[in-house]
């Protein structure tokens, strides 16, 4: 079965140093690996994909994540976090040749910028 | 510039009552979608449809229906609403086969 995992909770981290939240996921396939972010009440937004390509992925607001295939991981990073950045992240993925029904979301990971 | 909205985006009903979410897109998509969105749990797809007159059950559909008349919206009832259902609803839309999912603000939902 198809799966996500966002292994922490929570993310504390200081202003201006580096970020990262993990996921690591499983499916049958080829996977489409997707990060959004959730600001407090408010829609989930979307910040990048990977679904072929180059392994590093870059996306919004100066994100990018890396796609390793060995370790079926998909990690959000951020070289210098801001405190705007303290949000709730999700790592979605589906499988290549599931339709878009077969997006499974991770718990999310509440990420905290400490000034 | 194009959007997703829903409404109403907070709602308190009682147990065996009707309630209707409404969502109503600008992009043209035409893939849309109902997640209810629970602590520990992450997003759970509840319907879904690729276009006009098409509709399908998701993970969690039991208690939801929806209806696709046109391109634009895609409502979501819960035919008699139970307490299990508090939660925050989000409609989502997408184009094409590999795109993001575009989310609506949320609809909070208590059923008391």
């Known amino acids: 079965a198809q799966s996500v995992a966002q292994p922490e909770d929570q993310v504390n981290v200081a202003e201006g140093n580096p970020l990262t939240v993990k996921c690591t996921y499983s499916?049958?396939?080829?996977?489409?690996l997707f990060w959004y972010v959730q600001y407090p009440n408010r829609g989930l937004q979307f910040l990048l994909k990977y679904i072929t390509g180059d392994n590093l992925v870059k996306g919004s607001y100066g994100f990018e994540a890396e796609f390793n295939k060995s370790q079926t991981s998909f990690h959000l990073k951020k070289p210098s976090a801001l405190v705007s950045d303290s949000a709730l992240y999700f790592c979605?993925?589906?499988?290549?040749?599931?339709?878009?029904?077969?997006?499974?979301f991770g718990t999310g990971t509440k990420l905290q910028v400490i000034p | 510039d194009a959007e997703i909205t829903q409404s109403p985006r907070h709602k308190i009903t009682e147990t065996g009552r009707q309630v209707t979410l409404a969502c109503h897109q600008t992009w043209n998509h035409n893939n849309m979608f109902w997640y209810r969105q629970d602590l520990g749990h992450g997003l759970r797809l509840i319907h879904y449809?690729?276009?006009?007159?098409?509709?399908n059950k998701g993970e969690v559909s039991d208690g939801y229906s929806v209806s696709r008349s046109n391109t634009e919206d895609l409502p979501l009832t819960l035919e008699s609403a139970a307490s299990s259902q508090t939660s925050v609803y989000f409609c989502a839309s997408s184009r094409g086969t590999t795109g993001e999912l575009f989310f609506g603000e949320g609809s909070r939902l208590t059923v008391l």
């Open positions: 979605a993925v589906r499988d290549e040749s599931g339709g878009y029904q077969k997006v499974t």
């Open positions: 449809s690729y276009g006009v007159q098409d509709t």
């Open positions: 499916v049958s396939g080829n996977p489409y």
